[in-house]
């Protein structure tokens, strides 16, 4: 138990199940616009006050939270495939082949992410939950890529893949079955990270207008309301948002962390 983030996990594990279950402890329907309340502090009727637009928080933080995870989630997803997918191809290939596929993904990354997502963005011009999810997955597998193709590169030369080779294994058979379940554990971390920046970054591109439209709930596009709220007066529309994402990326850093540990010391015993 020592070392292990039991309360970020358990703080974590609230945070979720309140988003998946936010019909039952919402208070308020988090899209009615209640113009005779908007920029109410939080009381009894509003525990944690309405937004500029006489949005209830409270229940907009479970709704739009499920929302922003379903972002992260989605985003992790197609990120990891892609990894595993080009490392795979990338570890299996020839030298000349390796180092093509390498170098391109070293422009890539050279490139500032958000500026990536910004130019996809802009290409594919959709901004709904599973365009934001599509642009963010296609910009977030670089890193986690190279880790993928070390690995490979590693296991190739196993037994068990020689062995499938000559019995006629194709690449996805062989990728699947006897290279991903021992390279898995390895970036696991990695998965929760690339969950905890989906989040980040569709919070910071509804901060810059280019996330979800206006009438999508989201952690971030509720803070993209920040600049109203601070000519208000109204502290806890950004404050409290603020802190249920920041916590929620916490608790998903530390267990990344622990995670990459784990990996690690079992990378050393071996």
């Given at each position: 138990m020592r070392g292990r983030p039991i309360f970020a996990a358990a703080l974590l594990a609230l945070i979720l199940l309140g988003c998946l279950c936010c019909e039952l402890i919402m208070t308020k329907d988090p899209t009615y616009l209640d113009l005779f309340h908007h920029t109410h502090p939080p009381d009894r009727e509003f525990w944690f006050g309405t937004d500029t637009m006489g949005r209830?928080?409270?229940?907009?933080?479970?709704?739009?939270?499920?929302?922003?995870?379903?972002?992260?989630?989605?985003?992790?997803?197609?990120?990891?495939?892609?990894?595993?997918?080009l490392g795979g191809l990338s570890g299996l290939a020839p030298d000349p082949l390796d180092r093509v596929i390498t170098r391109g993904v070293d422009l890539l990354f050279s490139i500032p992410s958000?500026?990536?997502?910004?130019?996809?963005?802009?290409?594919?011009?959709?901004?709904?939950?599973?365009?934001?999810?599509?642009?963010?997955?296609?910009?977030?597998?670089?890193?986690?890529?190279?880790?993928?193709?070390?690995?490979?590169?590693?296991?190739?030369?196993?037994?068990?893949v020689i062995a499938a080779r000559c019995m006629g294994g194709g690449f996805f058979h062989i990728l699947k079955n006897h290279l991903t379940?021992?390279?898995?554990?390895?970036?696991?971390?990695?998965?929760?990270?690339?969950?905890r920046n989906a989040i980040v970054m569709e919070s910071t591109l509804s901060f810059l207008g280019?996330?979800?439209?206006?009438?999508?709930?989201?952690?971030?596009?509720?803070?993209?309301?920040?600049?109203?709220?601070?000519?208000?007066?109204?502290?806890?529309?950004?404050?409290?948002?603020?802190?249920?994402?920041?916590?929620?990326?916490?608790?998903?850093?530390?267990?990344?962390?622990?995670?990459?540990?784990?990996?690690?010391?079992?990378?050393?015993?071996?």
């Amino acid at each position: 138990m020592r070392g292990r983030p039991i309360f970020a996990a358990a703080l974590l594990a609230l945070i979720l199940l309140g988003c998946l279950c936010c019909e039952l402890i919402m208070t308020k329907d988090p899209t009615y616009l209640d113009l005779f309340h908007h920029t109410h502090p939080p009381d009894r009727e509003f525990w944690f006050g309405t937004d500029t637009m006489g949005r209830d928080i409270f229940s907009m933080i479970w709704y739009g939270g499920r929302v922003s995870l379903v972002i992260g989630v989605l985003s992790a997803a197609l990120s990891t495939l892609i990894a595993i997918l080009l490392g795979g191809l990338s570890g299996l290939a020839p030298d000349p082949l390796d180092r093509v596929i390498t170098r391109g993904v070293d422009l890539l990354f050279s490139i500032p992410s958000l500026l990536l997502v910004i130019l996809i963005r802009a290409i594919l011009g959709r901004s709904g939950v599973f365009g934001i999810s599509l642009v963010i997955g296609l910009t977030g597998w670089f890193s986690m890529m190279k880790v993928v193709r070390t690995e490979v590169r590693q296991l190739r030369n196993s037994e068990y893949v020689i062995a499938a080779r000559c019995m006629g294994g194709g690449f996805f058979h062989i990728l699947k079955n006897h290279l991903t379940p021992n390279f898995i554990p390895s970036i696991m971390f990695m998965v929760v990270m690339n969950v905890r920046n989906a989040i980040v970054m569709e919070s910071t591109l509804s901060f810059l207008g280019l996330g979800l439209p206006p009438e999508v709930i989201s952690w971030g596009s509720m803070l993209s309301l920040s600049e109203n709220a601070l000519t208000t007066g109204g502290w806890w529309i950004i404050l409290i948002p603020g802190a249920f994402l920041v916590t929620t990326l916490l608790c998903m850093t530390a267990l990344g962390d622990h995670l990459r540990q784990t990996a690690n010391r079992k990378e050393s015993y071996l």
